[in-house]
């Protein structure tokens, strides 16, 4: 076979065995996202794909749009203020303690330290929202957490940036860094906006269900790719175009005529695409490593924990809110994906890849595990399905 043949039968080999995952996982009470990666990291077999490119270009469009379009619009304007804290300063916050901490206990020498904790700060979205799914939380809760998990990915991107620069010699300006920062958020934005108002008005000329799907699959992509080649903000402007298309639906109901069949098309891209990143993430992860640097893994996971801990204590008033934000403060594929993005030139690199391997596995099975059982039981919520 060729090449593209070989892609494809590798691919659709990960999707079967994520499939069959999933389904014993769910027989067995276990979140499938914790199967799966779990799964990955024992059995330890090549990933079909570049996990790097494929991610940030293939699955991360559909998995930020589908999010974004399944926001509560009266939730996120309610919670706009508390998602925007916990994105950007929470974000900020989380970086510089995970660093700080390692620079403290001399683990990683300054520039690397903050570099790692660059990679670490934002909860990913893949990992959050897939749990989340499951999870019976009040909806302002539920709408705060998973708003944060799609926004602090892009503030984490544009500080990686800068962190990268550091840690490379390379001259950076806090200034220049923070206000490039910014327009990319808003460009991306903007462009999501932009799109998402003309593919409204693509759909209000035609009631044909595959005209329909496709149109939002052209603008999950087509937002993220033309933001991202202007240098700006392509989960920004995904998750914009979602949160504008539904909004302009709900001012022109007539213009989705099929609403559910759409809805039930895109529950299915999010599964294939959750399904195939989760055990790609496991199957990257390579768990003999972890225990390669002991006090360096053992000092990032605490300042971690303890990051997320502050920032559930300030997010919230009441205690299960606390415990439900903290143990929704997962890391999964971003942070991979970004560990092993780093040049071979930067001496820390195994180092960080080392510790990010133990984030992914620590706080995807040790917090994603009891998430579902221990909501529930703060909810009282006994045996809710998917809410």
Do not use: K
């Not at 992914?360 to 809410?387: F, M």
């Amino acid at each position: 076979m060729n090449s593209v043949a070989n892609g494809v039968g590798g691919f659709v080999a990960l999707l079967g065995a994520a499939v069959i995952i999933a389904i014993l996982a769910e027989r067995a009470r276990i979140p499938a996202a914790v199967a799966l990666v779990a799964v990955g990291a024992t059995v330890q077999i090549p990933v079909p794909f570049a996990f790097g490119d494929s991610l940030l270009f293939v699955f991360l469009p559909p998995l930020i749009f589908e999010a974004a379009w399944n926001l509560d619009l009266a939730a996120l304007r309610r919670t706009a203020w508390r998602i925007a804290g916990l994105a950007v300063p929470g974000t900020l916050a989380t970086a510089a303690i995970v660093g700080g901490a390692l620079i403290v206990f001399g683990v990683l020498a300054p520039a690397p330290a903050l570099l790692f904790g660059s990679i670490v700060a934002a909860t990913d979205p893949v990992a959050v929202v897939a749990a989340f799914r499951r999870v019976p939380v009040p909806v302002d809760l539920r709408t705060v957490i998973e708003g944060e998990s799609l926004a602090n990915d892009g503030v984490a991107l544009i500080l990686f940036g800068f962190t990268l620069a550091i840690a490379l010699g390379r001259p950076a300006s806090i200034g220049a860094d923070a206000a490039g920062g910014i327009i990319a958020i808003a460009g991306g934005a903007g462009i999501g906006v932009v799109a998402a108002l003309v593919c409204a008005g693509v759909l209000r000329a035609t009631s044909a269900i595959e005209y329909e799907v496709t149109v939002t699959i052209v603008l999950a992509y087509g937002a993220y790719l033309a933001a991202s080649s202007l240098g700006w903000s392509g989960i920004f402007a995904t998750a914009a175009s979602a949160i504008a298309l539904r909004a302009a639906l709900q001012r022109f109901p007539s213009a989705l005529v099929n609403a559910e069949d759409v809805d039930r098309v895109w529950v299915a891209a999010a599964f294939i695409a959750n399904a195939c990143v989760f055990l790609a993430t496991g199957l990257l992860i390579q768990p003999g490593r972890i225990l390669h640097e002991p006090a360096l893994v053992a000092v990032a996971v605490a300042g971690v924990w303890a990051a997320r801990l502050l920032l559930a204590t300030a997010a919230a008033r009441e205690r299960r809110d606390r415990a439900t934000i903290f143990l929704a403060g997962m890391r999964g594929a971003l942070p991979l994906a970004l560990a092993l993005s780093l040049p071979t030139e930067l001496a820390a690199r195994p180092q960080i890849i080392d510790a990010t391997y133990a984030i992914v596995l620590v706080t995807i099975v040790a917090q994603g595990a009891p998430l579902v059982p221990v909501v529930a039981r703060l909810y009282r919520v006994i045996g809710a399905g998917p809410p």
